[in-house]
């Protein structure tokens, strides 16, 4: 392991990963509000962020995709709903704000400790 590849990078790297396949999924389903018979799609994230924290490979498998259970579908049978995915939106959002600063803050741990070595 490098000095880069820390458990708590790694994590937050599976935690962008995983926020970022969400984003898509949230940004798809919006795309989609119209399309008759579509139905809402999202990640298991707790599940992947849980895979991730157990330390089980998770290198080269992508977030597992689930259908969205107990939404109203309309009389097309597309269960869309714009406020739910607009509320995901933000919500994704805020958690790559935490993760990024998160990580800027390790690398700038990992910076004073090289400069103070120096």
Known sequence: M??????QIMLLERYLDVNAM?????????????????????????GELMRAVNGEDTTFTSPF??????????????NVSADREGLLLAEVQLQFKV???????????????????Q
């Open 2 to 7: 490098s000095w880069i590849n820390t458990p």
């Open 65 to 78: 995709v689930v259908p969205v259970r107990g939404l109203v579908a309309r009389p097309d049978g597309n």
């Open 22 to 46: 969400r984003q898509t999924l949230v940004s798809t389903n919006v795309a989609n509000v119209d399309t008759p018979g579509y139905h809402t799609r999202d990640v298991d994230f707790r």
């Open 99 to 117: 993760a990024t600063a998160l990580i800027r803050a390790k690398f700038t741990g990992l910076t004073s400790a090289i400069r103070e070595g």
